[in-house]
Nanobody, 126 residues
Framework: QLQLVESGGGLVQPGGSLRLSCAAS????????IGWFRQAPGKEREGISC????????NYADSVKGRFTISRDNAKNTVYLQMNSLKSEDTAVYYC???????????????????WGQGALVSVSS
């Protein structure tokens, strides 16, 4: 089956940084927009960032603008989420997802993505 695998999560102190990776297994990401989502306990899954198939278009949730950066390296079949200036409220399970998309854009909507990873826990705490 088509699969995405997140890595790079862990425990960091407030103000610290992490870089999450999302690697595709058994398929190529070239024709997929990729989104990053997160879900904290008791909350609904929310979109935080997405990137178009070519990397030419990105979107960010207001809560992470200026702190998070999404990028992709199609040659490595991997998408990244660089997270800086982390806050306690960033604590959540982070998911990457892929959307077969030829539009050149991406939309931060759970319903727009059809392939999902299992998630990686990011815990921001002292």
């Amino acid at each position: 089956q088509l699969q995405l695998v997140e890595s790079g999560g862990g425990l960091v102190q407030p103000g610290g940084s992490l870089r999450l990776s999302c690697a595709a297994s058994r398929f190529t990401l070239n024709y997929y927009a990729i989104g990053w989502f997160r879900q904290a306990p008791g909350k609904e899954r929310e979109g935080i960032s997405c990137i178009s198939r070519s990397g030419g278009s990105t979107n960010y949730a207001d809560s992470v603008k200026g702190r998070f950066t999404i990028s992709r390296d199609n040659a490595k079949n991997t998408v990244y989420l660089q997270m800086n200036s982390l806050k306690s409220e960033d604590t959540a399970v982070y998911y990457c997802a892929a959307d077969w998309n030829l539009s050149g854009e991406c939309v931060l909507s759970v319903s727009a993505f059809e392939i999902w990873g299992q998630g990686a826990l990011v815990s921001v705490s002292s």
